[in-house]
């Protein structure tokens, strides 16, 4: 019943801040969603508990509620602390990140309001004919009960046999989490999910100056073979040409095309998009006088290609031998494939170079050669016509007829300011030349770009190889090349993830602190996360998910519901020994009562986890990663925590112990000494 005003909180706060329902949130709210009840499981399992003990279901609502009130509120306010440090973060991850953020902290703030007020009132109304039996000495006992408490029988052995081999419990736990970070070796790294969007495009180009015939007889080719997948093929729309630039301002687009694809629904083929955009590749890949690049259409957060080489300099022709030497070399690199350079081949033009002096005899300057040639071959909007409410230009320019060919603008007049025409021949010359489509800059240098898509392979680890090679090419002085793209992207998000990770672990431990009135305590505790490494790691391995953003995004979430269980843990351990227990007993007795509790909390978050980790529902492979790592990562740190965090609790109060006796026998000394001295 403490649910639906959790979510109805929640949704109010988001639409008051601005949130939207999408991908991202709706990820957070099922994170939420397991997480809403846990404070509700703790504090009502204590009150059953309390009851089954023979107090009155009031008393019991009363004590069961205010003896774990403060180890919830800790456990709440941990999973909040971890997060403030993820709202100073910039970039992709801070885009993903804030949404999810923001709807986990109100749903698990608005629960634990409920959990301490809402669901004690409940309990003391409606549990007072409930009855049940833990033990099942002379009663009744169910089915599940009964297996529970064989469970907890076998866990109490295995606490107990912890606890007298504290360093092989340690020992083996460190090798074990060694060993998975080991794991991202072959897990390898990614920037975002790929997603299955099943949108494509096809975009074909022939030699620069094709005719349009020629463009549409490799469209029917494509076509024709494209035929075969129509039981794949939803949608296909076919765009021939492109946007005119005017006979001498810029490429007609009469040599390229574009396919647009729309695939199937991902539940009804067997490839996914990426997958067929490789088949397509392949099938289109021997077609004679023709460029053709396949690759998806962009959606959301499209971060450019995923390999990107630059290579800065002066010179144009040297750009573009650097730039084959970048293509050769990527060509041959596993992994890559629609390899671009932006020092491709040009566009033919004319220059038109005035020789001021000839000029200048003539009565022209430059400026008005320049002008006559630009208002004959591309005219001027000499006003505007105005009909039925809509504008058009009315430009003025010579007839099409006569500025179609070269011929036409060598054999072109210009009047001087005395109206004698002179041809163009006469004062300027005109050089046919094959001119850059484009040239870019950057920080002030002359910089061409080699990009190039992944397939079959990650990113990352092109982007390796790729940097092997390039080091050995020999370049002229004041040349540089450099490989980004996502690799680089992945180094900066996972740098700026990791800084707010740790920032936000230790603003969690001066949250325990303050809680427990203690450093020993807290940093028992922290003995949580080295457990949910191991989980997250083996989780990614099995399922072949890189280490992506919202793969680190789980692990911050994990790291703040881990720290859940080895909050309650402790806190109940800390009151049994003030009720006058002995530190093994009560570590024991915490472990035997805490069980029931610390499992239900788990398990109801892995089970809401559990569809996204297997990526139900179109668009689910964004948060697929994060599933994974929390699924994989609770199941493990549920078992370690439960014997790992005891042994640690035994060592570090040890420790403690020794360092508070060592001070004491010191500061005894020095009194000693003193008095000696008659100080």
Do not use: C
């Amino acid at each position: 019943l403490t649910m639906p005003l959790a979510l109805l909180t929640t949704f109010i706060v988001m639409y008051l801040t601005g949130e939207s329902i999408n991908t991202i949130s709706m990820g957070g709210l099922a994170i939420g969603i397991g997480l809403m009840i846990d404070s509700g499981i703790v504090i009502l399992e204590n009150i059953f508990k309390k009851k089954t003990e023979g107090m009155s279901i009031k008393d019991a609502a009363l004590e069961g509620a205010t003896e774990l009130a403060p180890s919830v509120i800790a456990a709440t306010l941990t999973t909040a602390a971890i997060f403030v440090p993820m709202l100073f973060i910039s970039g992709l991850a801070a885009q993903l990140i804030r949404p999810l953020a923001l709807t986990v902290v109100i749903a698990v703030s608005a629960s634990l309001i409920g959990a301490i007020t809402f669901l004690p009132m409940l309990s003391s109304k409606m549990l007072g004919n409930v009855q049940a039996a833990f033990d099942g000495e002379g009663e009744k006992v169910d089915r599940f009960n009964r297996m529970l408490n064989k469970m907890t029988e076998k866990y109490v052995g295995l606490l107990k046999w912890a606890l007298g081999h504290r360093k092989t419990v340690v020992a083996a736990v460190s090798a074990t989490v060694v060993g998975s970070l080991l794991l991202l070796f072959f897990i390898g790294f990614q920037l975002m999910p790929d997603s299955d969007s099943g949108e494509m495009q096809i975009e074909v180009k022939l030699k620069t100056g094709s005719q349009l015939a020629q463009t549409t007889e490799v469209v029917d080719i494509i076509s024709d073979r494209l035929a075969q997948y129509e039981e794949i093929i939803d949608i296909t729309s076919v765009t021939i040409g492109g946007s005119a630039g005017g006979a001498f301002g810029g490429a007609s687009g009469t040599d390229q095309a574009t396919f647009s694809l729309k695939l199937v629904s991902a539940a009804d083929r067997e490839q996914t998009t990426h997958e067929f955009i490789g088949t397509v590749d392949s099938l289109l890949n021997d077609i004679p006088g023709a460029e053709i690049l396949v690759k998806e259409d962009d959606q959301g957060m499209s971060t450019g290609a995923p390999i990107q080489v630059e290579i800065t300099g002066e010179d144009l022709d040297v750009l573009g031998d650097l730039s084959q030497q970048v293509v050769w070399i990527m060509e041959d690199v596993e992994g890559t494939f629609n390899i671009e350079s932006t020092a491709s081949e040009g566009r033919p033009e004319v220059q038109v170079i005035v020789n001021r002096e000839l000029a200048s005899q003539y009565g022209l300057t430059y400026q008005h050669v320049m002008n006559d040639i630009n208002f004959a071959f591309n005219g001027q909007v000499a006003t505007k016509y105005k009909e039925d409410g809509d504008e058009f230009d009315v430009r003025v320019a010579m007839p099409e007829e006569s500025t179609k060919t070269i011929r036409d603008l060598e054999t072109f007049l210009i009047r001087n300011d005395e109206g004698v025409e002179i041809p163009i021949a006469a004062v300027a010359e005109l050089k046919q030349v094959q001119g850059p489509t484009e040239i870019n800059r950057k920080n002030q240098e002359r910089q061409v770009n080699v990009t190039s898509d992944v397939l079959g392979r990650n990113a990352v680890e092109v982007t390796q190889d790729i940097q092997k090679e390039l080091a050995l090419i020999a370049l002229p002085d004041g040349y540089e090349i450099s490989a980004g793209g996502e690799a680089e992207e992945v180094a900066e998000e996972f740098t700026a993830l990791g800084i707010a990770l740790i920032m936000g672990i230790v603003l969690v431990y001066m949250v325990m602190a303050f809680q427990f009135e203690s450093f020993t305590y807290p940093f028992v505790i922290m003995f949580s996360l080295p457990t949910m490494v191991i989980g997250a790691m083996f989780g990614l391995f099995i399922t072949n998910i890189p280490l992506s953003i919202t793969a680190f995004m789980g692990i911050i979430m994990l790291a703040a519901i881990v720290l859940n269980n080895g909050i309650i843990l402790v806190d109940y351990t800390n009151i049994l020994r003030r009720r006058g227990m002995e530190r093994m007993e009560a570590l024991i007795e915490s472990g035997r009562s805490r069980l029931r509790p610390i499992l239900m909390t788990t398990l109801t978050t892995i089970f809401t986890m559990i569809p996204l980790a297997i990526a139900f529902g179109e668009g689910a492979e964004a948060n697929q990663p994060m599933a994974v790592v929390v699924v994989f990562g609770l199941m493990a740190s549920m078992v370690l925590t439960l014997v790992f965090v005891p042994v640690m609790y035994v060592l570090i109060d040890n420790l403690a112990v020794k360092v508070t006796g060592w001070f004491s026998r010191n500061k005894s000394e020095e009194s000693i000494e003193g008095v000696k001295r008659g100080e």
